[in-house]
């Protein structure tokens, strides 16, 4: 490998906005994650919607009148 050329490899502690920490290694100085493997739903079996920018509120405005009957209603 050539020298020189490479990041430096580091090993860091990773902030959620939970409040969790961890160490990891990365060339990165610091990472601050939304959401981590404690408060993941997936994980923690807990539905939580997690919106950014208003994109929920956004698609329940643009779909929230659509039903499945409409949909499969033929159209005249």
Do not use: W
Request: glycine share 10%.
């Amino acid at each position: 490998m050539k020298d020189k050329i490479h990041p430096t490899y580091n090993y860091i502690k990773v902030r959620c906005a939970c409040g969790n920490t961890f160490e990891t290694g990365s060339s990165l100085r610091h990472i601050e994650a939304e959401i981590c493997g404690v408060c993941h739903p997936f994980y923690t079996g807990k539905q939580k919607f997690v919106d950014t920018a208003g994109r929920v509120e956004r698609f329940q405005k643009k779909y929230g009148g659509f039903n499945a009957k409409t949909a499969a209603a033929p159209k005249k």
